[in-house]
């Protein structure tokens, strides 16, 4: 994408009353003024749900239109890339979607105790390298954040094309005593996968499928 179309979209973004881009100061000292009060940039109480990493929005944006009767934020850094996601949700006029952008590792700054149901994490950089591995957003600092911000025995979903962060994930919560509420290792060849991960398909997934990569899928609970 050339910087002009870059610079286009970030200008549009400002304009979306469905994106929302705090700056950092705010979030570290805790003056950002929806953490504990996203329910009032919804104007209901609905459940909430986030997306991390959320690229092009095509989760939050399709489990949203699933769930009318739950509030969807999808979290990123690449503003160009959320634009889609929230573009689509103002043209298709959908008032429980929302988009995050800001830098994931903040989300127990962005979000109060018990704010949020769910949390969906599709196709994040597995982070192979062991040097890599406080990166990697299944990794115990991470899932505490998580835990902080969720509802009790709320639900994490994460789908990957990566067998090595499935089985990484697997083994963490394996070995932490978390439960694991349902695991596959290939979605489209072995039956049993909820509607949602086989009807919603990201940019990159469709690619994955192409060449003929497994994907899989594991809902968990971490409190």
């Known amino acids: 994408m050339g910087s002009k179309n870059k ?9 979306f009353k469905n994106v929302v881009q705090p700056n950092r100061k705010e979030i570290e000292d805790g003056s950002f003024p929806l953490k504990g009060n996203w329910n009032t940039h919804f ?35 690449k503003g ?13 006029g959908m008032g429980n979607v929302a988009f995050l952008r800001t830098q994931i590792e903040l989300v127990d ?13 599709t196709f994040p950089d597995p982070q192979i390298k062991y040097k890599r591995t406080k ?10 954040k998580y835990a902080q911000i969720l509802v009790d ?16 994930t697997l083994g963490l919560l394996h070995g932490s005593g ?7 290792h290939d979605v489209y060849k072995n039956e049993g996968s909820p509607k949602e991960v086989l009807s919603i398909q990201t940019f990159y997934e469709k690619q994955y499928l192409e060449q003929d990569k ?9 409190n």
């Open 80 to 92: 160009a890339r959320l634009w889609r996601g929230a573009k689509t949700a103002i043209e298709d």
């Open 135 to 144: 990166h990697r957003m299944t990794n115990e600092v991470f899932l505490k």
């Open 178 to 184: 978390r439960e694991v509420v349902y695991a596959n």
């Open 109 to 121: 700054r962005i979000f109060d105790q018990n704010e949020v149901a769910e949390i969906w994490i």
């Open 7 to 15: 610079l286009k979209r970030f200008k549009e973004n400002e304009t």
């Open 153 to 168: 025995r709320g639900l994490v979903h994460l789908k990957t094309d990566s067998e090595f962060m499935h089985g990484y």
């Open 214 to 222: 497994p994907i899989t899928y594991i809902k968990f609970r971490i």
């Open 43 to 77: 104007g209901n109480d609905n459940p909430i749900v986030l997306e991390l990493g959320c690229g092009k929005g095509e989760y939050t944006v399709g489990l949203a239109r699933m769930y009318p009767d739950k509030n969807f934020i999808g979290i990123d850094i």
